[in-house]
C-alpha cells in the first residue's frame, strides 16, 4: 500500500476509533482525523515489527483494518488521558 492509501485508512480508522469512544476530545475533528491517521501507521508498524504479523499489500485486508483501528484507538486514548477534555 502507498502513502496515500494509508492517509485514507487512518481517515475511515480514525473515524471508526471516534465511533467506538464517543466523547468530546481536545482537537475536535481534526485532531481526531490526524490521530487517525497516525494511528494506522503505529497500528501497522506495532504488528509488523512485535506480532510478526506484516500489513498485507491490499487495502481490504481484515488484519490491516484491525491494526489501524486498534493503533487509532490506543493513540486517542492516549491523547484524552495526557491533554484531558480541554472544552469543559
Request: no cysteine; proline share 4%; hydrophobic share 55%.
Given at each position: ?80 488521558i495526557l491533554v484531558g477534555?480541554s472544552r469543559e
Open positions: 500500500m502507498g502513502i496515500i492509501s494509508w492517509i485514507v485508512l487512518g481517515l475511515l480508522a480514525g473515524a471508526i476509533a471516534k465511533m467506538l469512544l464517543p466523547g468530546r476530545d481536545p482537537g475536535g475533528l481534526i485532531g481526531t482525523t490526524l490521530i487517525g491517521v497516525a494511528g494506522a501507521f503505529v497500528g501497522g508498524w506495532l504488528s509488523a515489527r512485535f506480532l510478526d504479523r506484516p500489513v498485507e499489500q491490499d487495502f481490504f485486508d481484515l488484519y490491516t483494518w484491525g491494526a489501524a483501528i486498534a493503533g487509532s484507538l490506543v493513540l486517542l486514548i492516549g491523547y484524552r477534555n
